[in-house]
């Protein structure tokens, strides 16, 4: 079965980088790695996506390795604003849908 | 980037009646929405895949006379709880993802579900 593994929690100060590892061995060679974030009651957010190549936007940088069975998520520079649950994933369900793994709750400190 | 709705954000119900959730996506036309429930600290689990104008695709052990599920159109899907009991009380998220499953998925803000 496909799944994804990630750290359960996180913490990271204020001001410094946070690097969200994720497992994901089972993703096949044409699916993207996708990571969302999910803050306290809300929807999951969107926050980047990668097939191969290394990836950044104005939220984060993905590093995806050359097999491609693992990615780290970076946040350059982490805000209290950016405490939440992240997950990693990529369509590998049964109908075609993102799977996702528990997640790590990542706690930004003062 | 696109944006997904739910509405409404939370209802309160009395056991037995049914509950009518909405989900549209605003700004793209999506062919394949998701709806998933996450109970507290757990993560998301799929219920069902909509397709615009066909029958819904349900994960198993999800029933599929409880979970009303309709993609009339690109925008909207609409989630019906019927009968509603207590252990259905969670949180309902539905996501959308345009053109094709495999394109991204914006998810909505959640339903929050509390049956009495």
């Known amino acids: 079965d496909a799944k994804t593994t990630q750290p359960t929690s996180m913490d990271c100060a204020e001001g410094r980088a946070a690097n969200l590892p994720c497992n994901h061995s089972t993703i096949s060679g044409n699916e993207y790695v996708y990571w969302y974030r999910q803050i306290h009651s809300q929807g999951p957010q969107y926050i980047i996506h990668g097939l191969k190549n290394n990836e950044t936007n104005e939220m984060a940088s993905l590093i995806i390795t050359e097999d491609r069975k693992s990615s780290t998520l970076i946040l350059p520079h982490a805000t209290l604003r950016d405490t939440a649950v992240y997950y990693c994933s990529h369509y590998g369900g049964s109908q075609g849908n993102l799977i996702f793994g528990k997640g790590t709750k990542l706690s930004v400190k003062p | 980037g696109a944006v997904v709705s739910q509405h409404p954000s939370w209802v309160i119900c009395k056991s037995g009646t049914s509950v009518k959730i909405e989900c549209r996506s605003l700004?793209?036309?999506?062919?394949?929405m998701f709806w998933y429930r996450q109970f507290p600290k757990q993560s998301l689990m799929l219920m069902a895949t909509?397709?615009?104008?066909?029958?819904?695709?349900?994960e198993q052990g999800v029933e599929k006379d409880k979970f009303l599920i309709n993609h009339a159109s690109l925008t909207l899907s609409t989630l019906t709880v019927t009968s509603a009991h207590p252990e259905d009380s969670s949180f309902y998220i539905c996501s959308a993802a345009e053109i094709k499953p495999q394109e991204t998925q914006y998810f909505g803000p959640g339903t929050r579900l509390l049956v009495l």
């Open positions: 700004d793209f036309q999506a062919t394949t």
């Open positions: 909509s397709n615009e104008g066909s029958k819904a695709t349900y």
